[in-house]
């Protein structure tokens, strides 16, 4: 499988993702960290964002959260609270929580609550960036 990385992303759901890929970006907590065949083993933090995927003249995006990658290998293992294609994000809905999620972040402004509303606004703002890109770019 050379010139190959085995890409499988994993949320509380089950595998979102399971596949051959050649390069995958995912966003790191210090930034982009691009990951190709022969990389050095890691295991590294990822924070809500985009996670780019690359295969022959094909990309794929997905919507993920924050969480853990472990790459060994030829294989790059994601552990998210949140993986979502853009076509399966109800940009609507998003808003809607996104609005809530503000408003009640004004009232908290510090805490266990305060920190889980900035990771629901975090995933929020990753799945509109997402959608919106794919809207423009069609």
């Known amino acids: 499988m050379a010139g190959k990385l ?4 994993v949320t509380p759901e ?4 399971d596949d051959d890929v050649e390069q995958v970006v995912m966003p790191g907590v210090e ?9 050095v083993p890691l295991l590294t933090a990822i924070q809500p964002g985009e996670l780019d995927l690359k295969a022959g003249s094909r990309g794929d995006e997905l919507a ?3 969480g853990f990658a472990e790459v060994a290998g030829d294989r790059v293992t994601i552990l ?14 998003v808003e809607k929580a996104l609005e809530s999620a503000k408003k009640a972040l004004l009232e908290k402004k510090d805490g266990p609550e305060a920190a889980a509303l900035m990771a629901l606004i975090q ?3 990753a799945q509109l960036n997402l ?4 809207r423009t770019n069609a």
């Open 6 to 9: 085995r890409l499988v992303v």
């Open 14 to 17: 089950g595998k979102t993702f």
């Open 31 to 39: 930034g982009q960290l691009g990951i190709l065949p022969g990389h």
């Open 64 to 66: 993920v959260g924050g």
């Open 80 to 93: 998210t609270d949140m993986a979502v294609k853009p076509q399966d994000i109800d940009e609507h809905a």
């Open 123 to 125: 995933k929020s703002m």
């Open 131 to 134: 959608k919106r890109k794919r």
